[in-house]
């Protein structure tokens, strides 16, 4: 489930950075067809909200549990690192948080890659010679940058936006954790 919800963002990701690819070569001054593309672009950009709010909807309660579920795991890995047990616990554990560092990761990165992406529709937008075409050119270029502006991104259930904030306040909280045990332990 996880590789299948990291390839359907990054896919979105990349189209976004598609349409902002297209809206930076459009040159209003000398390009006859500059609306008829521009419009082309808007609606594609529609249409790649419309997947990424579909995303939102779908995976936003499992993106919440699963930030937790990890946390969750990954204590109860320092934990078995920390108190002494069974060396073969230990080298079974290790790999496992380890992979659980990298799966969070993946989730955050493609998370805050698709809050990038978005928001590049609007620097593009801007960065055309919006300027020097007519009335109706400019006008949807200006709904184009501001529509662009917030960007889209995942959250757990409104609770969190998922991107690399949460990877490092994941890293923060299992800092925490292993500060308590060891204070713990120690006395």
């Given at each position: 489930?996880d ?6 963002v990054?896919?979105?990701?990349m189209?976004?950075d ?7 070569q459009i ?7 500059a ?20 995303l939102?909807d ?12 990890v ?6 890995g ?31 990165f ?10 590049r ?14 009335l ?7 709904l184009?940058?501001l529509?662009?502006?917030?960007p889209?991104?995942l959250t757990?259930?409104n609770?969190m936006?998922?991107?690399?904030p949460v ?5 923060q909280?299992?800092h925490s ?5 060891s ?5």
């Amino acid at each position: 489930m996880d590789a299948f919800f990291c390839s359907l963002v990054c896919v979105t990701s990349m189209e976004f950075d598609v349409l902002a690819q297209k809206l930076g070569q459009i040159d209003p001054e000398t390009d006859e067809n500059a609306e008829k593309k521009l419009q082309e672009i808007i609606d594609g950009y529609n249409e790649l909200t419309g997947i990424a709010n579909e995303l939102e909807d779908i995976f936003s309660p499992l993106l919440l549990a699963h930030v937790f579920g990890v946390i969750f795991m990954l204590c109860a890995g320092v934990f078995i690192l920390f108190v002494p047990m069974n060396i073969y616990l230990i080298i079974k554990v290790i790999p496992f948080i380890g992979l659980m560092f990298i799966h969070i990761f993946c989730i955050c990165f493609y998370g805050e890659q698709l809050q990038i992406s978005s928001m590049r529709v609007a620097d593009e937008a801007y960065n055309c010679n919006w300027y020097g075409k007519n009335l109706k050119f400019r006008k949807m270029i200006l709904l184009t940058m501001l529509r662009a502006q917030n960007p889209q991104k995942l959250t757990g259930k409104n609770f969190m936006d998922i991107g690399m904030p949460v990877f490092y306040w994941c890293l923060q909280t299992i800092h925490s954790y292993y500060s308590l045990l060891s204070g713990l332990y120690e006395a």
